[in-house]
């Protein structure tokens, strides 16, 4: 039987690349000294002459002149960080390069120079170069494959032999990271990394660490490959088709940046499908004669929801048939709000415009006054009539209005109406009242829980399933971390003739708004919570925690997470826990194995202040609970 080598692997790899119309060169070929040269020295890692045919091909109208400005702007670098040149010239690879042009009267205009043809895919130059030496610094690197659009290497794939068992997948990985470092002119304005041993296979952006190279399952979005089934294929056909590779670079990568650190991200299989599938039924639920629906993506916790909804937002504001349209995000807290806010601020680049936060219903109609544009980020209470109000106002009738809901929970459903037994005041959902002040808006809702019963149903608000990505499948894919559930009762001491009343209550307050959405709610809320938070009861959750998160740390390592009714509860709690065992509190924010994540003010309680802090005290302590080695085991959480 013939032995498997790494050579057997990439000649696999640069068929398939062939197949998908690649023109495949050895490095020799085109090395300083080959036969058909492409490069003067092996440092030269952009090949200029295809660059150069490139940009006169692209831009007809443009004097050829022009376009060594341009090479220059791209071969020389403007810091030294790596990860800073590669988003500098990704934004130069996606939106053009910026030039002053002299015109024929001698006047100087602005031109934007284009690098690559997104819309036009065929009108590019698509090579794959395997064994493509670089010298850079006294290192001599030979990358695998390097893939060229352009004369602009987009992407770098290192192999490596199943067969071997020092030959792995993670040493391929390790291999990328050395090439980085020693030969980092290859990667600034790399794209994509790959790597893989023939069966596994992953992709990852410059900045992925090894858990964040992920599987790519599917060349459709439709046929899944079985977990187990070698990899490789489906992830060269997948990703690196013409049209998706160019895609993927254009539309589904971003760069998120805290102000300390930038991370560069990419869509996974599961998000890129899953957004082209939603904005083709976008492009059909908002036309005329379009039921308004555009449907619901249901997509686990934790497999990257908030990043699906920003390249979403991204496609949908690009898209020509949209018009422009003006997004309006729905949450139902203002926690969520701030999160979800928050990632779509870090991609401004992506979404070509700034989120803006409505601070009320007057914000928001204001924010909504304009014929197009915009991304609009409220939550669901806004469209609740005021006091003096039975009805919420028109705020727009335009059909380029798209409201995305983000966790399509109990807030957004409520057509009917219902009577209140005591007073006769008929009121209605959420669902009702949006519509009525957006009635030509189109509807799609993403969430991890969808829900389907009579009264409360999620397609039957938002549409059919666009997409599903569920537990099962986010597991395989390792983009989450497997789920147990182990019932846990505490009970409520309740006398007898108080249940039925306690019963319809809670109904109440949870059938469509938020705890403490009216002032006829906070009464009910505050009985509800004094049961939930009553001290007999506080004690014993606090010993049950402490008694299963120490068993379970014995047996492996890991992180707990309590969410609590309200901040009282929180504080109560934590101080239980900490009565149990004083060595997990600490009164400095970087120590401590306990710690509440909370927002308050100058008013709260005295004894409540050093749990509440700000935005940066919540994300640093984020920080701390991702971080394995990181003493922090337990988080106490009300709003995140």
């Known amino acids: 039987m013939t032995k498997i080598t790494e050579d057997h692997i990439e000649e696999a790899a640069l068929e398939w690349l062939e197949e998908l119309g690649f023109e495949i060169l050895h490095g020799s070929i085109i090395a300083p000294e080959g036969p058909a040269p492409e490069r003067e020295s092996y440092g030269d890692v952009i090949l200029r002459g295809r660059l150069m045919k490139a940009l006169k091909d692209l831009n007809p109208q443009i004097d050829p002149s022009v376009f060594e400005d341009v090479v220059r702007k791209i071969e020389q670098s403007e810091t030294p960080s790596l990860v800073e040149e590669n988003r500098r010239l990704h934004g130069l690879i996606t939106d053009g390069v910026d030039m002053e042009v002299m015109r024929d009267d001698g006047s100087l205009s602005g031109e934007t120079i284009k690098l690559i043809d997104f819309d036009d895919i065929n009108a590019n130059d698509f090579l794959a170069v395997n064994q493509f030496t670089t010298i850079e610094n006294g290192h001599d690197r030979r990358p695998d494959i390097v893939l ?22 993670d040493k391929a990985y390790s291999q990328i990271q050395t090439y980085k470092e020693q030969i980092p ?3 600034r304005t790399n794209g994509l990394l790959i790597t893989s041993d023939g069966l596994e296979a992953r992709v990852g952006s410059l900045t992925a660490n090894k858990d964040r190279f992920m599987p790519w399952r599917t060349t459709d979005g439709v046929n899944v490959a079985k977990k187990g089934l070698p990899e490789m294929e489906v992830l060269i056909k997948g990703v690196l088709d013409k049209s998706n590779f160019l895609d993927l670079i254009s539309g589904f990568t971003v760069f998120e940046d805290d102000g300390t ?26 036309q005329s004669g379009g039921d308004n629906k555009a449907g619901v993506i249901w997509h686990t916790q934790g497999s990257g929801k908030s990043l699906l909804m920003t390249f979403y937002a991204g496609q949908v504001v690009r898209h020509k048939n949209m018009e422009n349209p003006t997004l309006v995000i729905i949450t139902d807290r203002n926690d969520l709000d701030e999160q979800l806010f928050g990632t779509f601020s870090n991609c401004k680049a992506l979404l070509r415009q700034t989120p803006r936060q409505a601070e009320g219903r007057e914000n928001l109609q204001e924010l909504l006054a304009v014929n197009s544009g915009g991304i609009i980020f409220t939550t669901i209470q806004k469209f609740f009539p005021a006091k003096d109000e039975t009805e919420v106002p028109l705020l727009t009738d335009r059909r380029n209005v798209i409201v995305i809901a983000d966790e399509a929970h109990r807030t957004q459903y409520g057509f009917g109406a219902k009577i209140n037994k ?23 809702g993403f969430t991890g829980t969808p829900i389907e019963s009579t009264d409360v149903n999620t397609p039957a608000v938002f549409g059919d399933y666009i997409d599903v990505y569920d537990i099962h499948r986010a597991v395989e894919d390792e983009a989450t971390v497997p789920i147990y559930y182990e019932s846990r009762i505490a009970r409520l001491d309740l006398d007898e003739d108080e249940k039925p009343r306690i019963d319809a209550e809670i109904e109440e ?11 006829k709610t906070k009464g009910k809320w505050s009985r509800i ?11 014993l959750i606090a010993k049950d925690i402490v008694d299963h998160l120490e068993s379970r740390l014995e047996a492996m390592p890991g992180k707990a997470m309590a969410v609590c009714m309200s901040r009282r509860i929180c504080v109560d709690l934590y101080n239980a ?6 060595d997990w509190h600490s009164d400095d924010d970087k120590k401590g194995a306990i710690k509440i994540v909370m927002t308050g003010n100058a008013s709260d309680p005295l004894d409540w202040q050093p749990h509440v802090g700000s935005k940066s005290r919540r994300e640093n302590l984020a920080k701390r609970a991702r971080d394995p080695s990181d003493e922090l085991k337990l988080v106490l959480v009300r709003d995140m």
């Open 422 to 444: 005591e007073t006769g005041e008929k009121t209605y959902g959420f669902a009702k009242y949006l519509r009525d002040a957006l009635p030509n808006a189109s509807y799609i």
């Open 577 to 582: 826990i900490v009565a149990l065992r004083p």
């Open 509 to 519: 307050l949870t059938e469509d708004q938020e705890q403490d959405a009216t002032e």
């Open 261 to 286: 650190k930038i991370i560069k991200k990419i869509a996974g299989y599961h998000q890129y499908f899953a957004v082209k599938k939603a904005v083709e039924s976008t492009l059909s639920a908002s």
């Open 148 to 169: 060229f659009v352009n004369g602009l290497p987009l992407a770098v794939i290192e192999l490596k032999n199943a067969g071997d068992e020092n030959a792995t997948i």
């Open 185 to 187: 002119s290859l990667f």
């Open 529 to 539: 919570e004094a049961l939930a938070g009553s001290e007999k009861r506080i004690k």
